[in-house]
């Protein structure tokens, strides 16, 4: 397992912030994207960032884009026990385990002031 702190906790004003790449190690095979839930600003029907990761095959010269990503919604939200999740997490399978030259890179794009801290888990 490894675990790449691709952007740190802090606020980040509106605006694009770009990360990677990041080598992912051979044999891992899947990658889990978690962005922790601190005080989201908005209500919680209002979008507030799009958060997505692009894979590439082969070493960077191309890449498969949005191979994984997911919307944050901002407000407080609840689980089905009614605790406030902590953290948005989303993961996908990544394919040809054994090859050396898997990358991934990505993106934070918000539309109001967040504070959060974004890490990538390959497993």
Do not use: C, H
């Amino acid at each position: 397992m490894a675990t790449f702190i691709a952007l740190t906790l802090k606020n980040y004003p509106s605006g694009t912030r770009i990360f990677g790449p990041f080598s992912i190690p051979v044999g891992l095979s899947k990658i889990v994207l978690e962005a922790l839930r601190n005080d989201w600003p908005g209500n919680i029907n209002t979008d507030i960032f799009d958060l997505q990761i692009d894979l590439s095959l082969d070493d960077g010269a191309t890449w498969i884009n949005r191979f994984l990503g997911f919307t944050g919604i901002g407000g407080n939200a609840l689980d089905e026990l009614g605790q406030t999740l902590v953290s948005e997490i989303a993961g996908r399978n990544i394919i040809e385990p054994n090859n050396p030259n898997r990358q991934f890179k990505g993106f934070l794009k918000n539309y109001l002031t967040l504070k959060t801290q974004i890490r990538a888990t390959v497993e």
